[in-house]
Each structure stands twice: as C-alpha cells, then as structure tokens.
C-alpha cells in the first residue's frame, strides 16, 4: 500500500525553482533516504510533504487521501478538518531537535497525545514511558532538554514523534547538528525502527548509513530526482554525477 504519493511537485520562491517535477511514492514498510549536495532542494521536499511549505504545483496524497492538488495551474489544499486527519499520518524529526526548552523530557512527548490526540495523561505517560525505555532514556524522563546532550535530544525527539503513532516517519538530516560519537546513538535508533519496518524518509549526508538501511535511495540534484534506485544500484551502478558526490563522501 502507498503510504505517501507525490506527483509533478514544484515549489519556486521568486525567480528560484527549487523543485521542478518532483515525483515519488512510498510503500508501507519501505525505507527511503534522499542524499544530494546542499541547496539540491531535499529539505524543501520534506517541507512541502509535511506542509510545512506550501507547493506551487502537484499532487500530493497520504494513503489514498489527496492532501493537495493542481487545479487551473495552481495548488489548491484539502479543507482545514480534513488536513488535520490527514496530518495524523506522518511524523517529522527537525535536525536541531525543537523540543520545548520549558518542558520536562516527558512532557515532550506526552503533550501533544494529550492535547491533539485527546488521549489520557495516564495513558500517555505510560507509552511515553515505554517510548524511553525503548530508547534507553528512562531515567531522563523528569530532566529538561539543556541537561541532555545532542544524542539524548534527538532521542527524545524522535520518540515524541512517534508518540502520535505516525505511519510514516519523516527525518530531516537528523544527525547533522551532532558530532560522530552522538551520530552513532541516533542512527542505531533509526536502524531498530527500520527493523520493525517503520515507515521512513530520511535526509541525510551518511552515505554508509543510507547503504545499509534504505530499500530505495533517492540522489537529488538542482531541484530534479536524478538517480534513485536500491543501495546496489546507485552505489554499485551509479551516474558519473553521483558517483563524483558519493566518492567526496568514500574518499
């Protein structure tokens, strides 16, 4: 089942196009990581699938739902109730973490359960609970984002993004605010949700990560998918452009 579509996506800003004609889709279960030099428009893809940005242009649909589509050549939104179903589907993990500095780790997570999904505070400090059990953060629960290091951050990050129970998960360069030692810690998280075929897109600048984890990857270049394949066929069949970008990375 596809759990994410998008078609002829095209967002510009002024004279800028940053995306020209993006299209994609994935499946349930899948894992698809998106690599490209700085400033090839992957940041921005994630954006405008989150809504974060508005498109310029294109379709855009989770599990079947259009969220937004092209009509007399401009992007026309789904209602504001329907949108706010459809945004239940997917969670987004920042690179620089954006948790509440004024709220315990817990608080974190269970706020949004409580206060979007209406579910009980018992309830969602027992699965918030289980979430840092899950990700070795259990004695941090009552502690505060700035006695954390980046690593335990960007831990806590991902389980409030997972407390909504997303189908998809989005990352956005989600070690690139860390150094390697802390790199390390996240991307085994990201590993573990990939084992239990967590739904997920991921920006990154890992080339050795993207390998080993995606079922597809995606090289984005100048706002254009230019090569996208499995691991074996863009590391071991690539274009000469992306094997320049993948050798900066082996060298």
Not at 72 to 94: M, S, T, W
Not at 201 to 227: C, L, N, P, W, Y
Not at 241 to 247: L, P, Q, T, Y
């Amino acid at each position: 089942m596809k759990y994410l579509e998008i078609e002829h996506l095209k967002k510009t800003y002024d004279d800028l196009h940053v995306l020209n004609d993006i299209s994609l889709s994935v499946e349930a279960g899948e894992v698809v990581s998106v690599i490209g030099p700085s400033g090839s428009g992957k940041s921005t893809l994630l954006r405008c699938a989150t809504m974060l940005e508005t498109m310029d242009g294109g379709n855009l649909s989770y599990l079947g739902e259009k969220a937004a589509w092209e009509e007399d050549g401009r992007c026309v939104y789904a209602p504001r109730h329907e949108l706010k179903q459809i945004r239940k589907n997917f969670g987004l993990v920042f690179q620089n973490f954006n948790l509440f500095p004024h709220y315990s780790v817990l608080k974190n997570i269970t706020d949004a359960p409580i206060t979007v999904g209406h579910v009980s505070r018992a309830k969602a400090e027992e699965e918030g609970m289980a979430l840092l059990r899950q990700f070795g953060l259990e004695d941090k629960a009552n502690a505060y984002p700035c006695q954390l290091s980046g690593g335990q951050q960007q831990r806590v990050s991902i389980a409030r993004a997972l407390a909504l129970k997303p189908k998809i998960l989005f990352f956005d360069e989600p070690t690139s605010a860390l150094d390697p030692e802390l790199t390390a810690e996240v991307l085994k998280v990201i590993k573990g949700l990939a084992k239990k075929k967590m739904t997920m897109i991921i920006v990154t600048h890992e080339m050795q990560f993207a390998k080993e984890i995606s079922d597809r990857i995606i090289f984005m270049e100048d706002g254009v998918i230019r090569q996208q394949g499995t691991p074996e066929e863009l590391f071991g069949n690539p274009d000469e452009r992306v094997k320049e970008f993948i050798g900066k990375f082996q060298a």
